[in-house]
C-alpha cells in the first residue's frame, strides 16, 4: 500500500470514528430529553411539534484536513432545523433514565459516572462504546416544557492516535400543534 493510499484509508478510519461520535451524541440528545422529577413536580416536554437546531460548537482532531473538518461541520448542522412530532402518548412514556440506561442505539453501550437530571437541569457523564469505539461524553443543560437546551461534549481517540474533542448545541422548542407525523 503506497503512503497516500494509507492516509487516505486512515482519514477514512478517523471519519468514521468522529461520524460515530457525533451519531452518539445526536442520538442521547434527541432520545434523553423526555422527563425530569424535581421537588415541585414533574418536567416534561408539552405534546406537538418541536424543531430542533444543531451547532457544532467545537471540533479538534490533530492533523484533520480541512475540507473533512467542514465536511463535518455541515453533516452535523444538517440536522439543524428538523421539525419531530410527539403525541401525548409518546410524552406521558418518556423516561429519561430510562433511555439513558439503553444508551445510543444501534448495539451502543453507556456506563453513567453522573445522571443528575431533576429540577429542569440535565448534568450527564460518562463512556460510551459503539462500532468499537469508546468516547467520555458528557451532556448539561436545562429541559422546560417548551424548550431544551444542551451542550454536548464528547473526547476520545482517533485511528491515529490523536485526541478528538466535539462540542454541539442543541436546542430544541416547541413550535405548537404537530406538523410532522408521530416520531416512534
Do not use: Y
Amino acid at each position: 500500500m503506497t503512503r497516500k493510499r494509507k492516509r487516505r484509508v486512515l482519514r477514512r478510519q478517523a471519519m468514521k470514528k468522529v461520524m460515530t461520535i457525533a451519531a452518539l451524541g445526536t442520538l442521547l440528545a434527541l432520545s434523553g430529553c423526555g422527563k425530569a422529577e424535581n421537588a415541585g413536580g414533574t418536567v416534561k416536554r408539552e405534546a406537538g411539534n418541536w424543531k430542533t437546531e444543531v451547532k457544532l460548537v467545537k471540533f479538534e482532531i490533530p492533523g484533520m484536513p480541512p475540507e473533512m473538518k467542514d465536511g463535518m461541520t455541515r453533516m452535523v448542522e444538517g440536522a439543524s432545523g428538523m421539525d419531530q412530532c410527539f403525541t401525548q402518548e409518546q410524552v406521558d412514556k418518556e423516561d429519561i433514565a430510562a433511555e439513558l440506561a439503553k444508551g445510543p442505539g444501534n448495539g451502543g453501550e453507556c456506563t453513567w459516572s453522573k445522571k443528575d437530571v431533576a429540577g429542569g437541569k440535565i448534568d450527564v457523564a460518562g463512556t460510551c462504546t459503539a462500532n468499537g469505539q469508546t468516547v467520555e461524553m458528557a451532556m448539561n443543560g436545562t429541559m422546560e416544557a417548551k424548550r431544551s437546551d444542551v451542550t454536548i461534549t464528547t473526547r476520545g481517540k482517533v485511528p491515529t492516535g490523536g485526541d478528538m474533542e466535539m462540542v454541539m448545541q442543541m436546542t430544541s422548542t416547541h413550535t405548537g400543534p404537530c406538523k410532522a407525523p408521530a416520531t416512534t
